[in-house]
């Protein structure tokens, strides 16, 4: 079985400086890891996924997640906010090759001007 | 990626009602995936629904209160039956495999209010 939890229910940053939201796994298998925006009124658009390659992953929009098996962890980073970053984030997990996927509680990023 | 379309977009309904929605993808997928999002929550399976097989459903969801169809590659609806207020939820639907990948992708969802 697989789940994740996310550290922060909400994040408010500033626009311009850094957004780091945590996110740690429990898989019994080599997990694929995922995360997932939502902006308000609208659907998961996928940021990036992990699965087993490189351990830092580049997605969109300027974000970025590092897997630490070590830790279980994915934390999302972003070196400067934008307004547009503010929105919910869902930090996901998967077992390898299986479709079941796993959602964390999400967390609210709010960014001020 | 895939381009996924859901109907409606979002509906109130009376309680005791039924209300159907439909997904469409664009390009062929084997797996499509129901979920349910409720007010503030995180997203919840409903049920996977395969081409040519009945839809399995998640602990705590039966055929009987969310029937779903999948009469082809690129289309799948899932009915709320018998709605009650604690129905009201978003509605998304997921694709998996796309282009052989093991991604899934959410459609835009449908916004469900029941009185």
């Known amino acids: 079985a697989q789940s994740v939890t996310q550290l922060d229910s909400h994040v408010s940053v500033s626009e311009g400086t850094p957004v780091l939201l945590r996110c740690n796994y429990s898989?019994?298998?080599?997990?694929?890891l995922f995360w997932y925006v939502q902006h308000p009124n609208k659907g998961l658009q996928l940021l990036l996924k992990?699965?087993?390659?490189?351990?830092l992953v580049k997605g969109i929009n300027g974000f970025e997640a590092e897997f630490k098996k070590s830790e279980t962890s994915f934390h999302l980073t972003k070196p400067s906010a934008h307004m547009s970053d503010a929105a919910e984030y869902f930090c996901v997990v998967s077992a390898l090759n299986d479709y079941k996927l796993s959602f964390g509680a999400g967390t609210t990023v709010t960014v001020r001007a | 990626s895939a381009v996924i379309s859901q109907k409606p977009s979002r509906d109130i309904c009376q309680r005791g009602t039924s209300l159907t929605i439909q997904c469409q993808v664009d390009s062929q997928v084997t797996m499509m995936f129901w979920y349910r999002q409720q007010p503030g929550q995180s997203l919840t399976l409903i049920a996977t629904?395969?081409?040519?097989?009945?839809?399995?459903?998640e602990s705590g969801f039966v055929i009987d209160k969310f029937p779903i169809s999948r009469p082809n590659l690129t289309f799948s609806t899932l009915t709320v039956s018998n709605m009650s207020p604690e129905d009201s939820s978003i509605y998304l639907c997921s694709v998996d495999g796309v282009g052989g990948t093991d991604t899934q992708y959410f459609g835009p969802g449908t916004r469900l209010t029941v009185l």
């Open positions: 898989s019994s298998y080599s997990p694929s």
């Open positions: 992990y699965t087993s390659a490189a351990t």
């Open positions: 629904a395969n081409q040519g097989s009945e839809a399995t459903y």
